[in-house]
């Protein structure tokens, strides 16, 4: 048996995004005493953290209302918001609803948002511990939640002890608290343990996709935020892209896609490129560099997909916990709220139960009720969307129903779907391919670390897969993670390049066999999202 380091604390936060820190900051901030502890896997606070991220400041001003007076270094103040449906060629404007007019708000960085977080955290004595990911849980005899083990360190390709071998410790904690962000791989196993989800919708996801490029002087307006429907999305496939345009001539250009389409020949990266090439967008970019580049999925479900937030000796919040307001298209505030409301809860109470019936009734949660019928009303495609989100903006979202999510594993199968005629073009912007996205998120993995993406059955991935459905793992994965290659034999096998991985997990959501899990890799792998 591995001899292993215990260490004790009040309170456990996993996950250095802006739920944990906030979480972290107001606990010492209502009981200076209690002795907290944040792990974050990734190398840096802020090295994993991506968001579009066009931020509602009032939580941000209630945490740290000195945060103006010193803010990361992409803030931007809302100055215009524009919405356009694209065709292939052209486009057309469309109003702006409620949920998404920005006056008052900021465009932000949230990786250089969350370092700052982070220092306020350690100044009022919370241990922040970066380049330490949660493998396991660990519960006490009563069967609660009892803390986290770190990984190991050190570890060869088959899972051995290498020279440079150091058994991660264990962190036990009264309370702990999963800020992991969307399907984290601990908060993905407390759910099933304790049926978090069984009283509700199924949890729905898209998979964001944000570049940040530098363009010629004259190009950019500062502060005009944009948002677009249709092309390159058909009909029905749900999505939208935005531009954002910040000081210096930069601008963020995205993506998101919902991952609850149907063609398994469809490949959101290239959809997002595409995009890029539309002439309304290429004759903004061209000419210009792209700087970096990142992946991530959302949790999209909102009020009927939440699970229960609270379990004996732990807690959900943030993305961990599906906060997120998807017709607003903003989580941040509600990280901040839903962590900052952790936290009160547990200096008042010492512990978990209880507490996701008061985030239900909090304004976070009467946010996400007030708007829960719009993401699902697009099932039945753009316009049915549109039409059924304008209807639940006119009434305040007082009709009396909920309409349910759907599955993210409803993938067609091949001789089951008609893929149309999207009209995509020859591309001639950067990134070429799926390998050079990768260059520009600056992600590292040692080469001799253990395969952190496991795979149930390979062979599966070779022969019913492959004829079913075409191995979608290749193409809705934005970081050619997942390749078939020869065998040697005349046949194919599954080839995984874990090396590539982003971590946005879009493989543990969107696998029509559900038989890829997303572990953590070594602490301090993964992406480096300068200035995302």
Known sequence: MTDRDVMEYDVLIVGGGPAGLACAIRLKQLKPDLNVCLLEKAAAIGSHALSGAVIEPGPLDELLPE???????????????????????????????????????????????????????????????????????????????????????????????GPDFAPGPQIRAGVTVLAEGCRGSLSKTLIARFALDQDCSPQTYALGMKELWQLPAGRVEPGLIQHSVGWPLDNATYGGSFIYHLNDNRVYVGLVVGLDYKDPRFSPFEAFQ???????????????????????????????????????????????????????????????????LAAAHIAQTGGSAGFDARWRASPGGQELRKVRNIKPGFKGGLWVGLLNGALETITGGRLPWTLRNSSNTALDKLDEYASPDRGWVERSLPPRDRLASVFFASTTHDEAQPVHLKVADTHLCATRCTAEYGNPCTRFCPANVYEMVDDGAGAKRLQINAANCVHCKACDIKDPYAQITWTTPEGGSGPNYAGL
């Open 67 to 161: 945060w103006r007076g010193n803010p990361p270094g992409v803030c931007v103040p809302a100055a215009r918001d524009e919405l356009r449906l694209l065709t292939r060629k052209g486009h057309v404007s469309l109003p702006v609803p409620p949920q998404q007019h920005n006056h008052g708000n900021f465009i932000v960085s949230l990786g250089l948002l969350a370092p700052q977080l982070a220092q306020a955290a350690e100044n009022l004595g919370v241990d922040v511990f970066a380049g330490f990911a949660g493998a396991t849980m660990l519960y006490g005899e009563d069967g609660a939640v009892a803390g986290v083990q770190i990984g190991d360190l050190g570890l060869g390709k088959e899972g051995q002890p």
């Open 274 to 340: 595409q995009f890029k090439h539309h002439p309304s967008v290429r004759a903004l970019l061209e000419g210009g560099e792209i700087v970096g580049a990142g992946a991530r999925t959302i949790a999209a479900g909102g009020w009927q997909s939440l699970p229960k937030l609270e379990m004996p000796g732990a807690l959900l919040v943030g993305d961990a916990g599906g906060t997120l307001n998807f017709p607003k298209i903003k989580g941040v505030h509600q990280a901040i709220r839903s962590g900052m």
